[in-house]
């Protein structure tokens, strides 16, 4: 019988066999390039990664043994020997090695694992190179390790070397560490990347695969036009638009499937490609975009609005340098640059250890936030508090650290920092342009921390807070109120206190210290400026009593030049 003269039942049928045989082909090649794809990524996941962060773990455990030195031998140069810091710092400078050479061990046990597996896709030649390279690294740490307890033990004698000349042995074995973890690392990238070429390569044949039969069914789809319904010619023509608007790089595409035959399979397929070709270049653009791993969480996973934004009560933290203008004058670029790294690593931790976004780095300045979803509504004002105390604390060490990170011992910087912090409604999202964006919080109380930063040199004090911001951190913290200010911008009068320390942590001289001032403020609110002066007095090495005394000797003189409303307008920001 001529096909002509066929039932269409039987047309379609003799297409829909064609196209089941067709797709039973595909299907094995598919599974074939799976498999092959799965086992490339099983080995960069079991095998290459896991090498590649154990080599990376021995760096820095060596890199914490070097420290470990650097500190004993500062020890031993003390005017009085602490043994017991020596001892400590040299088993931990023992326990860090152990631990490297146990990783070691466990890289070439991953190895040869990897190397047994018959089906592991790993490249065991390579591997076999850098099984052979492991050893070399554990026998040049261990000779580093040798060298700086014999020295140790020359130490104990009475019999010392040269600290110098300790020291650039040690260097020179670091080194000698260094290259080959080097060696190694780069050895580990090369393989790590062609096990990604290859993958790589699977799934560009796997896409060409699903290409190919979409041209196929398309095809069929046109030369069927005239003898099947338009209820099949539908679906192919709505596959072949799909596949060109993909092909122009739109990927919002979404292909509606009306029926339930292997064109409406191969139209699940192709939506589901899409869909993770959409999700990869979502997440590509996010991490492109933020920092915070919980930002980038909270927006993956739907937490954190992608677009516009919303309002929430929110604690914002500013901190500034002290004459760091005139610092940088007198260092060159690079030790600026170095110094404000430093900075920046030791002023950031107890953000980060108190739960705090980092949000921007401004110069010398830094700007930080805390609220949900990243903490409790109860919490976020006491933990930002927390924090500034912690910096502040943090201080003293920095400072005696300059000389290493500057590369000098005299004429050091001072080095100070002023802190504002508030807490308030906020408008809190995503704010840029469409390439770049950042997860940021803008309104008042932001401008308001930037102010009560700038309020320090005002009173001559280090951390200043909104009166909302010691109302929610008041069985955390101690605080002093300093005064009732007027910032510029603004017109409403806003009471800020200083930080003193941890609730409950004040010595008896910082104890009397804020009884005095508070004292002294409540005559001073009064216009009762005998006991006013007379409170202030009592404090005679602390600045904002002496600003106050500067006041009330002014208003003496002028009493019309007092407030009316007894709010102190600060001019500048």
Not at 33 to 59: F, H, K, M, T, W
Not at 544 to 566: H, T
Request: a neutral charge.
């Amino acid at each position: 019988m001529p096909l002509a003269r066929r039932p269409i039942s039987l047309k379609v049928y003799s297409i829909a066999l064609s196209l089941l045989v067709l797709m039973v082909i595909v299907t094995g090649l598919s599974a074939h390039n799976l498999r092959s794809l799965n086992n490339e990524v099983a080995a960069l996941a079991r095998y290459y990664i896991p090498l590649d962060q154990q080599v990376g773990s021995v760096e820095t455990l060596v890199r914490q043994q070097s420290v470990h030195v650097e500190r004993i031998l500062l020890l031993l140069q003390a005017a009085r020997l602490d043994k017991a810091a020596i001892e400590a710092e040299t088993k931990l400078f023992d326990q860090r090695g152990i631990n490297a050479d146990q990783v070691v061990d466990s890289s070439v046990r991953l190895i040869e694992e990897a190397m047994a597996a018959p089906d592991s896709g790993v490249d065991r030649v390579a591997l076999a190179l850098l099984k052979q390279a492991l050893p070399e690294i554990q026998a040049a740490r261990q000779n580093f390790h040798g060298t700086f307890r014999q020295f140790l033990a020359e130490a104990e004698q009475g019999n010392p070397r040269s600290l110098k000349v300790v020291r650039d042995a040690l260097v020179r074995e670091k080194e000698a560490i260094n290259r080959q973890i080097g060696r190694v690392i780069l050895a580990l990238d090369e393989t790590t990347q062609a096990a990604a070429d290859r993958a790589r390569a699977e799934e560009s044949r796997a896409v060409r695969l699903n290409w190919t039969i979409t041209a196929i069914a398309a095809l069929l789809g046109l030369a069927l036009a005239a003898l099947i319904t338009r209820n099949l010619v539908g679906p192919v023509r709505r596959l072949l638009t799909g596949t060109q608007a993909v092909e122009k790089g739109d990927l919002s595409i979404q292909v509606r499937a009306d029926s339930a035959d292997e064109i409406a399979a191969l139209t699940h397929s192709f939506n589901n490609m899409v869909a993770g070709l959409r999700e990869k270049e979502r997440i590509k653009d996010t991490f492109g975009k933020y920092v915070d791993p919980r930002i980038v969480t909270g927006l993956l996973e739907n937490r954190l609005a992608a677009t516009g934004g919303e309002k929430k009560v929110m604690t914002v933290f500013f901190s500034d340098l002290v004459g760091f203008t005139q610092m940088s004058e007198s260092l060159t670029p690079d030790g600026v640059v170095r110094f404000l790294n430093h900075y920046f690593t030791v002023m950031s931790e107890p953000i980060r250890e108190q739960n705090g976004v980092l949000d921007k780095f401004i110069g010398d300045a830094i700007m930080a936030y805390w609220g949900p979803p990243f903490t409790g509504d109860d919490e976020h004002a006491a933990l930002a508090c927390l924090s500034a105390l912690e910096q502040k604390a943090r201080m003293p060490s920095l400072r005696a650290a300059l000389p290493d990170v500057l590369g000098f011992r005299k004429n050091l910087p001072h080095v100070d920092v002023r802190m504002g912090i508030t807490t308030g409604d906020v408008t809190v999202g995503n704010i840029g342009s469409e390439r770049a964006k950042g997860f940021t919080v803008i309104g008042d109380t932001v401008n308001l921390a930037s102010r009560l930063e700038g309020a320090n040199k005002e009173y001559g004090t280090g951390i200043l807070v909104s009166h909302d911001t010691w109302q929610r951190a008041r069985e955390a913290v101690e605080a002093r109120e300093i005064d009732s200010v007027r910032v510029v911008g603004k017109t409403e009068p806003v009471r800020v206190y200083e930080l003193l320390g941890r609730k409950g942590a004040l010595d008896a001289a910082a104890a009397a210290l804020k009884e005095g001032y508070e004292e002294g403020l409540k005559h001073y609110r009064g216009r009762d400026w005998e006991r006013a002066e007379a409170a202030f007095r009592r404090n005679p090495g602390d600045a904002p009593s002496k600003v106050m005394l500067e006041r009330i000797a002014l208003w003496r003189r002028d009493p019309a030049s007092c407030p009316p409303d007894g709010v102190w307008d600060l001019t500048k920001k």
